[in-house]
């Protein structure tokens, strides 16, 4: 059983482009193949990769161990590189403040997820299994627990001396671990570095070293003597915005990136399904002569919500900025007025020059889709048709999921929906509900008015407003201000699924803002259990 993930791409993409970045937390960055390991795979993936594994099992998992030396330690940015251009971390040891909410959190999770956790099994151990131990005789509870810190942290840098880099593409690595006993972590990773023929390690203070050559070690040491991440003001100020108390977070230098030619390395990849490339063998960053600035992006858990929250900071991409894209009035407000039933919902204020924007920049983009010939038929030309669909405050909310699937998950009927636009030109709605009504719908859609909005209805729609529903104002809260919004009543879609217990699985938010050549995007998960 699966339910649709909070949205996860970076927070900003010029329409009509590619986003301008590697994959988000919970992605597997390109795994480059090593050679011939005596294991079948090549033993190093980001952390950032498994973030996922441990989200829940950590929760449950420190909340039920409290401990004076919980609260304390150094972190893996201060280990490495100030030049890294990517870097990731997953911290399993929160601080008190984080405790106290993941033992909240985890009241509310519904019973169904919580009983599949032991509260009682560190998180780290599933992750170590993938990471390091698949294959061979050692044992995360025998050999790893006893000395590791509870941290990992993940970092790529452009490196110096070719012989430190993983492939062609010139970037060299690191995984640090945290360590509490460094005679106990030297005689695991002993073994280790006999299991793989390119496991390189050292200590580094509170932290073991891992990556894929002496050279490479050597490169991390002479990089961290010129500075650390954690020195670089730019780093700090960035995972500050995300939030520095988080589960696990990542880094990315956008414009450093976008300079090397990645996804193109030489040596392949292997069948192993950790060593695919998720770019499919193509530099994401080929089709832009130019990207820059920086991403964030962290996980962290509140006493009411589970929130991914994504960061880019002055980025502009073959000179578009995200300045051009910010609107004079943001705001999501307009969702709160679809009916109290809606199950999911999408919008916010000012769109129409969001859409103007995207066609001003890429055309092209709109008349491959067909939508300059969609128009025209309307009635209306783009952009300043746009206004005329959309109006200046838009949502668009299903306000019922019953019947609308069958079994084999091909739609089965027509969702009821509310479509709201104040400003819009109601002739326009009016003319797209009879041809829908000509292509099978039952009976046509109802327009109608309130004030200077146009309403279009269809089906069951409930007479209250959704705005005052606690489950969205929980999901939704602190985010009024954003451009863009979505709703999904996750009790809805388990109720449909047939799940027990499905009340308890809450509702996902999401938002997006933008500030002047920043934005940031918010993806919250608040169920609804205990």
Do not use: C
């Amino acid at each position: 059983m699966s339910y649709p993930d909070p949205p996860s791409q970076p927070p900003w993409t010029p329409p009509g482009q590619q986003p301008p970045g590697p994959p988000p937390p919970g992605a597997a960055y390109p795994q480059p193949h090593y050679g011939a390991p005596r294991k079948n795979r090549t033993w190093m993936i980001p952390v950032a990769g498994v973030a996922g594994v441990a989200l829940m099992a950590s929760s449950v998992w420190a909340a039920n161990h409290v401990m004076d030396d919980l609260f304390v330690g150094p972190q893996p940015e201060t280990v490495l590189p100030a030049s890294s251009v990517m870097f990731a971390k997953l911290d399993l040891r929160p601080s008190g403040g984080q405790l106290a909410n993941y033992a909240q959190f985890v009241d509310k999770l519904p019973d169904e997820l919580r009983d599949e956790v032991d509260p009682e099994s560190d998180p780290a151990e599933p992750i170590f299994d993938e990471l390091l131990l698949d294959g061979t005789d050692l044992r995360y509870e025998r050999d790893v627990q006893s000395w590791f810190g509870q941290r990992f942290g993940f970092a790529m840098w452009p490196a110096d001396n070719e012989d430190a880099a993983v492939d062609d593409d010139g970037l060299a690595m690191a995984l640090a671990l945290a360590v509490e006993d460094e005679g106990a972590a030297e005689e695991t990773l002993d073994e280790l570095r006999g299991e793989w023929d390119d496991l390189y390690y050292e200590i580094d203070g509170d932290f073991a070293i891992l990556s894929t050559s002496d050279a490479a070690l050597d490169e991390h040491a002479a990089q961290v003597d010129r500075g650390t991440l954690a020195d670089e003001s730019d780093f700090s100020a960035d995972m500050n915005a995300v939030g520095g108390d988080s589960l696990a977070a990542a880094w990315l230098d956008l414009e450093a990136l976008s300079e090397l030619d990645l996804g193109t390395g030489g040596s392949g990849y292997g069948t192993d399904p950790w060593n695919e490339d998720p770019w499919g063998g193509s530099d994401p960053f080929s089709e832009f002569e130019e990207a820059t600035g920086r991403m964030a992006m962290a996980l962290k858990v509140e006493a009411d919500y589970v929130e991914l929250r994504g960061d880019m900071f002055d980025v502009t991409v073959d000179g578009v900025s995200m300045s051009e894209y910010e609107v004079e009035a943001p705001g999501i407000d307009v969702l709160g007025e679809l009916p109290d039933n809606t199950v999911m919902a999408m919008g916010g204020n000012n769109l129409e020059q969001w859409v103007s924007q995207a066609w001003e920049d890429d055309p092209d983009a709109f008349a491959e889709l067909g939508i300059d010939d969609a128009m025209t038929e309307l009635g209306v030309d783009p952009p300043e048709g746009f206004a005329d669909l959309l109006g200046s405050r838009t949502a668009f909310g299903i306000t019922d999921f019953d019947g609308m699937f069958d079994s084999t998950g091909v739609r089965s009927s027509d969702p009821s929906f509310q479509y709201r636009a104040t400003g819009a030109e109601a002739g326009v709605l009016e003319e797209i509900v009879t041809e829908a009504g000509q292509g099978g719908y039952g009976s046509a859609p109802g327009v109608d008015t309130e004030g200077d909005t146009t309403v279009v209805s269809y089906g069951r729609t409930g007479t209250g407003r959704l705005g005052d529903d606690p489950l969205y104002q929980q999901a939704m809260q602190d985010m009024a201000g954003a451009g863009m919004g979505f709703y999904l009543d996750l009790r809805a879609v388990a109720e449909e699924d047939g799940t027990h217990g499905a009340d308890q699985f809450g509702a996902i938010g999401a938002a997006m803002s933008l500030d002047g050549d920043n934005a940031s995007f918010q993806a919250r998960w608040a169920p609804s259990g205990g």
